[in-house]
């Protein structure tokens, strides 16, 4: 185990490191002179050219990338063009927010979708599995920006059970910090509630047709022991990945529900960098968001070879 | 049951045999007639392809036309869904901003076919290139798939090419991976074997033996794409890094009403329906597929 987990940290660092060039890649792909862009085009010539050396964008790609790459393993990302503030401590900021949201999505997706796949794989061909099956098609099908404002509408502002946007610190008041996460999670775990239970019905259905099942069956133990003792387990292990994948869309996802609910999180952050462009800003929010998801793929990796040994040998 | 038994005898020769022989495809074809959410699912996106190719026929309006006099209305016999700020007809703009989601969706479901057939057969039958490619696609997937969007239309501009360029970025990595699985899992198989011992080159293996394996999960695969494509282009439009603001799509209609939601929910709600219902019509239809042509991954 240890020896794969070796390997695998090793493979975590190059891709970091891919991200990265790819990142400063695109970033130099941008048409037009950004400092033309940022101070506009009747700018004098003057002056741009000593923004631009102050930027030190006069320097050639690999030089840029070189010092991007050495100050980020110090932990600084630059300056912000448009904040005048560090990206690093910008991105602090708002980190939070964006991890609370993508882990109680992922929550509202797992404690919807694993039940729902499980209840449909037991009642197979009952109206509960048509149930299941079709609100779980429904689910995946519609935008999550869409649900987000049907959600505002109908619990915040007809009901009035929760607040419409906005975001409070669990540090400041845990249960406002809980009533402003509610809605947003829900429009962003319901589609991947959707997925997980498509997937892990599947993945029950398979293992339940399994030699051991019936052994169990067999040697008497109860029905709820086998299902989730034997099969359940089992049925987990490719379910493990989904979830991986499902996080990745959480924290890409975060961006939408970010602006919809109007929170201060890095997606809307990358965003606002984007309408405005912040290039810095924008590098250092897409950067760490995607290596929040490598981070999150690792450890996803790790938790399958601990739960399927063959992994670990291949 | 005679034409049961006939399907899986040899594969006829005449012509008069050919004709009554139940080919996979015919086979295919059939149970997909007999299912019923496929069916559900075709007959709701051929009524949403009607409604927003044939636009014209249900409106006289036009979907850029502003009118002072109209500004913000609740749906009413003239304006069925109610008119934007501007005073625009939002029926118009919701069966025209359609024809945005499934030109971007058809266009990328077909892009990604030729990219993902190409990156998967190279990779999955050459095994130089194997790593190689599929290092790539990991690179590319390590990419949270919004995030990765919104940055490709940041710096390409938005526009409507740049959208396309953008989903076929983020789509081609997973349809490329599964036309190398069908490859890599047919390549060892006795007919292609055959086939490469009677001198048979690379290209017409790959056309010919193993490509034909890979069109049932392709087929699926790409249904499902177009429904991504479809939820993408929506959320990009509906964040304002979609295409030029005087297009009308749906997702920027669902963001225009957001502002009004309070009083005037409809302004979303008809827009984000639009997209829900073309996305679901496409699932289901990607599901009865799925059933129809590879029975085994029904389970």
């Not at chain 1, 419409?164 to 947003?184: I, M, Y």
């Not at chain 1, 968001?289 to 990796?301: C, Q, S």
């Not at chain 2, 007809?89 to 990219?115: E, K």
């Not at chain 2, 990595?173 to 390549?187: E, N």
């Amino acid at each position: 185990m240890s020896q794969f987990a070796i390997r695998r940290l090793l493979t975590f660092i190059p891709a970091l490191l891919a991200v990265a060039v790819v990142i400063a890649l695109l970033m130099d792909m941008i048409p037009g002179d950004p400092v033309t862009i940022m101070l506009g085009l009747d700018a004098p010539g003057e002056s741009i050219n000593r923004r631009r050396i102050e930027l030190g964008l006069d320097r050639p790609m690999h030089v840029r990338l070189l010092e991007w790459l050495t100050n980020a393993l110090r932990g600084d990302l630059g300056q912000s063009i448009i904040l005048e503030k560090s990206v690093s401590q910008t991105i602090a900021e708002r980190y939070s927010v964006t991890i609370s949201l993508a882990l109680f999505a992922l929550a509202v997706a797992l404690a919807v979708g694993l039940p729902a796949g499980i209840v449909a794989s037991v009642k197979q061909g009952t109206w509960i599995d048509w149930a299941v099956t079709t609100s779980a098609l429904l689910w995946l099908s519609l935008p999550g920006f869409w649900i987000a404002l049907n959600l505002i509408f109908l619990f915040s502002v007809r009901l009035g059970w929760f607040p419409v946007g906005g975001f409070v610190p669990v540090t400041e008041n845990p249960l406002d910090f809980l009533k402003h996460l509610v809605l947003p999670a829900v429009s962003m775990g319901l589609g991947s509630a959707g997925i997980l239970a498509r997937f892990t019905r599947t993945s029950m259905l398979e293992v339940l047709r399994m030699d051991y099942i019936g052994t169990a069956r067999a040697k008497g133990l109860r029905e709820i022991v086998v299902l989730l003792r034997h099969a359940l387990k089992n049925a987990l292990i490719p379910i493990i990945t989904m979830v991986g994948i499902s996080f990745g869309d959480m924290l890409g996802g975060a961006v939408i529900s970010e602006l919809v609910f109007n929170m201060p999180g890095v997606g809307r952050m990358v965003l606002d960098a984007v309408k405005r462009r912040d290039y810095p800003l924008i590098q250092g929010g897409i950067f760490v968001v995607t290596a929040t998801y490598l981070m999150v793929n690792l450890l996803v990796d790790l938790l399958y070879a601990w739960a399927d040994p063959q992994i670990r040998f291949e | 049951m005679i034409r049961e038994t006939h399907a899986v005898d040899k594969i006829p020769t005449s012509l008069s045999d050919r004709l009554r022989w139940d080919s996979p495809w015919r086979q295919a074809l059939r149970r997909l007639r007999r299912n019923p959410s496929g069916l559900i699912g075709l007959t709701i996106l051929a009524a949403m392809t009607i409604a927003h190719l044939g636009a014209p026929l249900f409106t006289d309006l036009d979907p850029t036309a502003l009118d002072k006099r109209a500004i913000l209305q609740a749906p009413s016999p003239e304006h069925p869904f109610g008119t934007d700020r501007y005073g625009r007809d939002l029926l118009s703009r919701v069966l025209y901003g359609g024809r945005i989601s499934l030109l971007v969706a058809s266009i990328v479901a077909l892009v990604t076919t030729c990219t993902g057939v190409i990156l998967g057969s190279l990779s999955g039958y050459f095994p130089r290139l194997d790593s190689t490619i599929m290092r790539i696609m990991d690179l590319v997937m390590a990419f949270p798939t919004i995030i990765l969007a919104i940055a490709i239309v940041a710096i390409l501009g938005p526009q409507l090419l740049n959208i396309l360029i953008a989903l076929v970025t983020v789509v081609t990595p997973r349809t490329s991976r599964v036309v190398r699985g069908v490859i890599l899992a047919t390549k060892e198989k006795e007919f292609v074997l055959a086939g490469r011992s009677v001198g048979a080159g690379d290209l017409r293996i790959i056309f010919r033996h193993l490509l034909p394996s890979a069109v049932p999960a392709l087929l699926v695969r790409q249904t499902y794409v177009f429904g991504i494509s479809i939820l993408i282009e929506g959320g990009l439009n509906f964040l304002g890094v979609g295409v030029q603001p005087e297009i009308p799509t749906l997702g920027a209609v669902v963001a225009e009403g957001r502002q009004f939601l309070r009083e005037m929910p409809w302004i979303s709600f008809y827009a984000g329906m639009a997209i829900a219902l073309l996305v679901l019509g496409i699932n289901l239809l990607g599901d009865g597929l799925r059933d129809a042509l590879d029975p085994r991954m029904k389970v």
